[in-house]
């Protein structure tokens, strides 16, 4: 079975730094990779994905991601984070094999922003 | 991208009784949309697939007969939680995921906040 680790329940940073948020995922073949940003009390939106090719993925709102095979890692970055970037983040996986396409969620990371 | 238009968005009930939950997809057909219940500060954890003109498909532990879901269309989907109690209470949020491919985003509703009194 795969899962998703994302480290770090809550990350404050200050209106212009680096943003770091971190997913780790188990599979034995490596799976499609997804964030997804959630507002307060709205569903999820895609921030960008990864499925083949380039590793390095730019997103919405600036954001941009890497898929690392040797470290099985997805770590999603900005960087220059701004207020409108508080919200809480999922990293998801779902498998490339055959199989089912539901989505794998990691427990999320609450992203604070400074001013 | 897909539209999921989910309703109510938020809803007050007494315990005992049962609130309908909408899940439309506005502008393509979709055969399967997924039911995910998520808990205050917690991650999205799957429900049930609802498979249009069949029986969903239930998460291991999820009582079907309490979360009752029919997928009578293309466009619509319903979760029913019947005799609902203060447990119940939860953000629940439907999703759709157009192509049916592993490599293909999905699209969310905006959820709806049960809170059961």
């Known amino acids: 079975a795969q899962s998703v680790t994302q480290l770090g329940s809550h990350v404050s940073v200050s209106e212009g730094a680096l943003v770091l948020l971190r997913c780790n995922y188990s599979s034995s073949v490596p799976p499609y990779l997804f964030w997804y940003v959630q507002y307060p009390n709205q569903g999820l939106q895609l921030l960008l994905k990864y499925t083949t090719g380039a590793t390095l993925v730019k997103g919405i709102n600036g954001f941009e991601a890497e898929f690392k095979k040797s470290e099985t890692s997805f770590h999603l970055t900005k960087p220059s984070a701004h207020m409108s970037d508080a919200a809480e983040y999922f990293c998801?996986?779902?498998?490339?094999?055959?199989?089912?396409?539901?989505?794998?969620f990691g427990k999320g990371t609450k992203l604070s922003v400074i001013p | 991208g897909a539209v999921v238009s989910q309703h109510p968005s938020w809803v007050i009930c007494k315990s005992g009784t049962s609130v309908k939950i909408e899940c439309r997809s506005l502008?393509?057909?979709?055969?399967?949309m997924f039911w995910y219940r998520q808990f205050p500060k917690q991650s999205l954890m799957l429900m049930a697939t609802?498979?249009?003109?069949?029986?969903?498909?239930?998460e291991q532990g999820v009582e079907k007969d309490k979360f009752l879901i029919n997928h009578a269309s293309l466009t619509l989907s319903t979760l029913t939680v019947t005799s609902a109690h203060p447990e119940d209470s939860s953000f629940y949020i439907c999703s759709v995921r157009p192509g049916q491919l592993m490599n293909t985003e999905a699209f969310f509703g905006q959820g709806t906040r049960l809170t059961v009194v």
């Open positions: 609802s498979n249009e003109g069949s029986k969903a498909t239930y």
């Open positions: 998801a996986v779902t498998p490339s094999g055959a199989g089912s396409y539901q989505l794998t």
């Open positions: 502008d393509f057909q979709a055969t399967t």
